[in-house]
């Protein structure tokens, strides 16, 4: 059975920093792109970043660029999200997804999720 | 990087069957109105996200044939026919772009009477 698992996630002041984690298992890591994506409370899905199967290669939507750092260790089966320069703004569960990607066909899918992390920024 | 538009609500009652529109902005060629990959995702309260539709029109393993979908020019819809309790959830749309970025939709919020 295919799982993601995050972790991390809690109670960080503005301007702090936050690192998730996400542990993968039942299927092959290094074989998939991988994304986080966000939910803030009460509100629709935000695709945050998303990496290549061998990290080469990352994306971010544009109001975390420069503040987050997607990455991922194939041989911990893990993929991670820092976080710098926290504002409330980025309040939300954090997803772990597992992405289906043909890149240069821009065919693309999220499946399946993990259950989410809850980050509060918060004063 | 515009949103994809959804209604914000639908409802039906158990049996008949009802559609979400997912509506992509005609001026910008990068979300649905030109690519095939168009997701939908149901979520219930508290729970994850889980894919439903993919490419458009496909059905992943273990997902009823009550739920269809289609695509015609900007606009993509899910349809969920013969309505069950358990279809009361949130609706999602999404599409990679030739930004190589994905969007979603707002939501759509189901409501089964």
């Known amino acids: 059975e295919v799982q993601l698992v995050e972790s991390g996630g809690g109670l960080v002041q503005p301007g702090g920093s936050l690192r998730l984690s996400c542990a993968a298992s039942?299927?092959?890591?290094?074989?998939?792109?991988m994304s986080w994506v966000r939910q803030a409370p009460g509100k629709g899905l935000e695709w945050v970043a998303y990496i290549s199967q061998d990290g080469s290669e990352k994306y971010y939507v544009d109001s975390v660029k420069g503040r987050f750092t997607i990455s991922r260790d194939n041989a911990k089966k893990s993929l991670y999200l820092q976080m710098n320069s926290l504002s409330a703004e980025d309040t939300a569960v954090y997803y772990c997804?597992?992405?289906?990607?043909?890149?240069?066909?821009?065919?693309?899918?999220?499946?399946?999720w993990g259950q989410g992390t809850l980050v509060t920024v918060s004063s | 990087q515009s949103a994809l538009t959804q209604p914000a609500s639908v409802s039906g009652s158990p049996g008949q069957s009802i559609s979400i529109s997912c509506t992509g902005t005609?001026?910008?060629?990068?979300?649905?109105?030109?690519?095939?990959?168009v997701s939908w995702y149901q979520q219930h309260p508290g729970k994850a996200p889980r894919l439903i539709i993919y490419d458009v029109n496909t059905r992943p393993p273990g997902v009823s044939n009550r739920f269809s979908a289609s695509k015609s020019g900007n606009t993509a819809s899910l349809t969920i026919s013969g309505l069950q309790t358990e279809d009361e959830a949130d609706y999602f749309c999404g599409s990679y772009t030739s930004n190589f970025t994905w969007i979603f939709g707002g939501g759509t919020k189901l409501t089964v009477l």
């Open positions: 039942g299927f092959s890591f290094s074989s998939y792109w």
């Open positions: 005609s001026s910008d060629s990068s979300d649905v109105g030109d690519f095939k990959s």
């Open positions: 997804v597992r992405v289906d990607l043909q890149k240069w066909l821009l065919r693309g899918w999220f499946n399946p």
